[in-house]
């Protein structure tokens, strides 16, 4: 089993950053695909980005390429966020989420493919 903890949201103004973290525990997070998703409300729950277990493949919404980047750290068990030039409409609930999906593929874009979610973390963006 494992935990998820996501942290570093908040209230920004449009076009500024904020970076997202997930805590992983119980298991090492490099048995693990990980990805961001978000909600906002009254919306269905979206694919932001992914990465592969080694880091070395990524993926993200079109909606967000050249501005948020996806990282891990497996040595400090965390998969962070980087998010720049935020727009008011990327008001959401962000979740981390892991997947013990083996391929490595755009089946890391679907939410349906992953088994473990954390709490999530709110993140306002002010016109």
């Known amino acids: 089993q494992v935990q998820l903890v996501e942290s570093g949201g908040g209230l920004v103004q449009a076009g500024g950053s904020l970076r997202l973290s997930c805590a992983v525990s119980?298991?090492?997070?490099?048995?693990?695909?990980m990805g961001w998703f978000r909600q906002a409300p009254g919306k269905e729950r979206e694919f932001v980005a992914a990465i592969s277990r080694s880091g070395y493949i990524t993926y993200y919404a079109d909606s967000v390429k050249g501005r948020f980047t996806i990282s891990r750290d497996n040595a400090k068990n965390t998969v962070p966020l980087q998010m720049n030039s935020l727009k008011p409409e990327e008001t959401a609930v962000y979740y981390c989420a892991a997947t013990t999906l083996a391929s490595i593929s755009s089946r890391l874009m679907r939410k349906d493919e992953y088994e473990y979610w954390g709490q999530g973390t709110q993140v306002t963006v002010s016109s």
């Open positions: 119980g298991r090492t997070s490099s048995s693990y695909a």
